[in-house]
């Protein structure tokens, strides 16, 4: 069965559902032992915050359980923001009228060692969907520039075919980001306009076939502010379940970004405020106690650091979301970011709230 499939099974209205739903059904949600995805939607509903200190009680205790009180930072590295899609909401997108950067290697192993003096020994690299200017070549050149420097290496990059997974995985990368944006798939065809990505099924795949290539981690998510909020986090929560449950040698995570301003401007339909952005991660952390969650520098400080012990188990630290931000200024970002904290700061930071920071948790031989 394809995640789209399993999709399909669930032809929810959701403010139906949370309209007959009582407190009795979301206390029984909260406290059993092994929880379903109907538990989980229980626990993403508007009437669940009337337990947001227990659900927060009860995701701490069980992140320490699973991941113990660490978290593991990483560093993301744009090589190239040429793109041929059309996304309404993107920074990168082909339909804004943007000066378009593309590393040359020495430009990229220039950007990995100010990265690696932090410290860092996670980073992925990112790339706009446009195939014909960041080749295969171009791309296994990266990889090996970026062995020198860091143990772990992920890709978020435009969606591949599995062979083409596991030439990279060959090469040395062990980690894959692709977000579905959102999974809503009538939302999803109105925002992007033109280009490969428009494919919704061909990206909705994209996850499952980095796992069959043998990538070590893959990790997913939904793009707040594109779609209602309940049904993406929902479904998301559904597709990483359906990893975790199909490709048990696969560690999957979840990441949880909100709409930060862009070029182009886009204004976001829908909106997840602090509270629910909270409860969601809280939810999550219930319902899949395996599965590890990532936070990026499109939260602001204060959220970061509350979000320590709530569930969350990856920051990226030290972050620019521009072609080689780590040595060169004044840039096109593709989002603007909310913490602009150093590497050292965050760390800093980890440690004052009794956890410890991770640099390091994996080596490829």
């Not at 399909?8 to 739903?21: A, G, H, P, R, T």
Request: charged share 30%.
């Amino acid at each position: 069965m394809s995640f789209f499939e399993v999709i399909q099974k669930y032809n929810i209205d959701f403010k139906s559902y949370e309209d007959n739903l009582s407190l009795e059904d979301i206390k029984k949600s909260l406290y059993k032992e092994k929880k379903n995805e109907f538990d989980y939607l229980n626990l993403l509903s508007l009437k669940a915050q009337n337990f947001l200190e227990e659900m927060a009680r009860e995701a701490q205790k069980i992140t320490f359980q699973y991941f113990g009180k660490t978290i593991q930072l990483y560093a993301p590295l744009y090589i190239s923001d040429y793109c041929t899609n059309s996304c309404t909401y993107c920074g990168f997108s082909a339909l804004n009228k943007i000066k378009r950067q593309k590393l040359t290697l020495e430009e990229i192993e220039e950007n990995a060692k100010e990265i690696a003096k932090t410290g860092i020994k996670h980073v992925l690299f990112l790339t706009g969907e446009a195939p014909a200017i960041t080749p295969m070549e171009y791309l296994l050149d990266t990889v090996k520039i970026l062995k020198k420097y860091f143990s772990s290496i992920s890709i978020e990059i435009f969606p591949m075919d599995v062979e083409d997974y596991k030439i990279l995985s060959e090469a040395g990368v062990d980690g894959l980001t692709i977000y579905q944006e959102t999974y809503d798939r009538e939302i999803y065809d109105k925002i992007h306009l033109a280009g490969k990505k428009k494919d919704y099924l061909y990206r909705l795949d994209t996850p499952e076939r980095g796992a069959i290539a043998g990538f070590r981690r893959v990790n997913i998510g939904a793009l707040y502010g594109l779609a209602d909020p309940v049904k993406d986090a929902f479904f998301s929560g559904l597709h990483a379940k359906y990893l975790q449950d199909k490709y048990i040698d696969t560690e999957i995570s979840i990441s949880f970004p909100r709409i930060n301003p862009a070029e182009g401007n886009f204004k976001p339909v829908f909106h997840l405020d602090d509270k629910r952005f909270v409860q969601f991660i809280c939810a999550l952390r219930l319902f899949l106690p395996r599965c590890g969650i990532t936070i990026s520098t499109r939260e602001n400080a204060r959220m970061r650091d509350n979000l320590i012990g709530l569930g969350i188990t990856r920051m990226s630290a030290g972050s620019k979301t521009s072609v080689g931000g780590y040595k060169y200024e004044n840039l096109p970002n593709q989002f603007e970011i909310s913490d602009n904290r150093s590497v050292y700061e965050i760390e800093r930071v980890i440690w004052q709230k009794g956890y410890e920071p991770v640099f390091k948790d994996w080596h490829q031989f």
